[in-house]
T-cell receptor
Framework: KQEVTQIPAALSVPEGENLVLNCSFT??????LQWFRQDPGKGLTSLLL?????REQTSGRLNASLDKSSGRSTLYIAASQPGDSATYLC?????????FGKGTKLSVIP | ETGVTQTPRHLVMGMTNKKSLKCEQH?????MYWYKQSAKKPLELMFV???????ENNSVPSRFSPECPNSSHLFLHLHTLQPEDSALYLC???????????FGSGTRLTVV
């Protein structure tokens, strides 16, 4: 059974800092890995999708990497802004479902 | 809007009520899902439909009953719920199972 762990559970950084969020998964036989953002009380917004054959994906200030052999993914956020404050979730896709971590709650202080 | 629309956004219901949650997607996706998000717990998969056929039922109590009349619509029928069923219920769709997911904004359910 797939298990996804995200470290740290919460992170507070000053505006402008670069930061890395970590995700680890137990079953390397994933179809893809997806990073989401969730604002309080809201749904999930997809940030980046990395297929199992890919090593990384980039979108603007975000870069996500995937290392299936070690069961790890990272989300790098460059030049953080207060608007980046949210909970970030990673999820590994199996044949029928996404398995989620508990998320990292990010606070960017102006 | 992400392309996946959920209604209502908020719902308060008594333990003896019957209500339904609705999800609609116009992305041309063939798979749809219901997830439950409770406080301090990871999102939990409830049901998976692929091409209108239920392919996964994650040991969900029978007081939750899904319905997928076509590939664009998904319902979750609720009856005789318990207070511990209060949560954010999220609908998602994907081109096919195992591919990139798009989520709706969720229905915040409170059972009193």
């Amino acid at each position: 059974k797939q298990e996804v762990t995200q470290i740290p559970a919460a992170l507070s950084v000053p505006e402008g800092e670069n930061l890395v969020l970590n995700c680890s998964f137990t079953d390397s036989a994933i179809y893809n890995l997806q990073w989401f953002r969730q604002d309080p009380g809201k749904g999930l917004t997809s940030l980046l999708l990395i297929q199992s054959s890919q090593r990384e994906q980039t979108s603007g200030r975000l870069n996500a990497s995937l290392d299936k052999s070690s069961g790890r993914s990272t989300l790098y956020i460059a030049a953080s802004q207060p608007g980046d404050s949210a909970t970030y979730l990673c999820a590994g896709a199996g044949s029928y479902q996404l398995t989620f971590g508990k998320g990292t709650k990010l606070s960017v202080i102006p | 809007e992400t392309g996946v629309t959920q209604t209502p956004r908020h719902l308060v219901m008594g333990m003896t009520n019957k209500k339904s949650l609705k999800c609609e997607q116009h992305l041309g996706h063939n798979a749809m899902y219901w997830y439950k998000q409770s406080a301090k717990k990871p999102l939990e998969l409830m049901f998976v439909y692929s091409l209108e056929e239920r392919v996964e039922n994650n040991s969900v109590p029978s007081r939750f009953s899904p319905e997928c009349p076509n590939s664009s619509h998904l319902f979750l029928h609720l009856h005789t719920l318990q207070p511990e069923d209060s949560a954010l219920y999220l609908c998602a769709s994907s081109p096919q199972t195992g591919s990139g997911y798009t989520f709706g904004s969720g229905t915040r359910l409170t059972v009193v």
